[in-house]
């Protein structure tokens, strides 16, 4: 049975595909890729992943979409109608404003007992 390694080096580095090893089963597998991959050069962890148990998807295929292709001018505030819906929050606002203004008014003349 043959099983892919990926090594990495530093726990802030990324796993990186360092060859596979053949092997019995897994147990055996991973005593290999110890051997091979983590014995001369220190390494902070081995992954050790059957064959069969690795899938590829290629930007190549159709119906693949990778990086980039996804529209999100949805995320720009340039986008979004601000038109009478924010003269109206605005007027609120102003409105808001002036009635606790009055209220103010009216409890420093001495009209909340």
Known sequence: MIFEVFRQ???SD???HVGNVHAPDEEMARLFAQVMHA???????????P????????????GVAMGGTT??????ATNYSTGRMAEEIEASEAEQVEAEARRRSTRSEGGDD
Do not use: G, M
Request: hydrophobic fraction near 30%; glycine fraction near 0%; aromatic fraction near 12%.
């Open 9 to 11: 080096e530093t726990e």
């Open 14 to 16: 990324y796993h990186e």
């Open 39 to 49: 014995r001369r050069k220190p390494a902070n962890s081995l992954w050790v992943v």
């Open 51 to 62: 064959k069969e148990e690795i899938s590829e998807v290629d930007a190549d295929d159709p």
């Open 71 to 76: 529209q999100k001018a949805y995320r720009w």
